[in-house]
């Protein structure tokens, strides 16, 4: 019993440690990879077309709100 003990606690140890080191490796791996300008490029157009859609939606509502405007002006005129 001991010896299946220590046998699958020396598998589970090392299944472990390959598992961490693979994690350190790759996160490493990923990190070198991106370029700090091209992050920065990407924010920027997101930031830009966030404002671009809050300016459609700020058209949009002013829209709306002329179109209600006028249509109480017809429905005034019809009755």
Avoid at 44 to 65: C, F, G, M, P, V
Wanted: aromatic residues 2%; without cysteine; proline residues 1%.
């Amino acid at each position: 019993m001991g010896i299946t003990l220590i046998i699958v606690g020396g598998i589970v140890i090392i299944s472990v440690v390959a598992t961490i080191g693979d994690f350190l490796t790759k996160s490493k791996v990923a990190k070198s990879s991106i370029d700090p300008g091209m992050i920065q490029r990407l924010d920027d157009r997101i930031a830009e077309l966030e404002r671009k859609t809050q300016d459609q939606d700020r058209k949009i509502e002013s829209l709306e709100a002329d179109l209600a405007f006028a249509n109480k002006l017809l429905e005034d005129k019809t009755t």
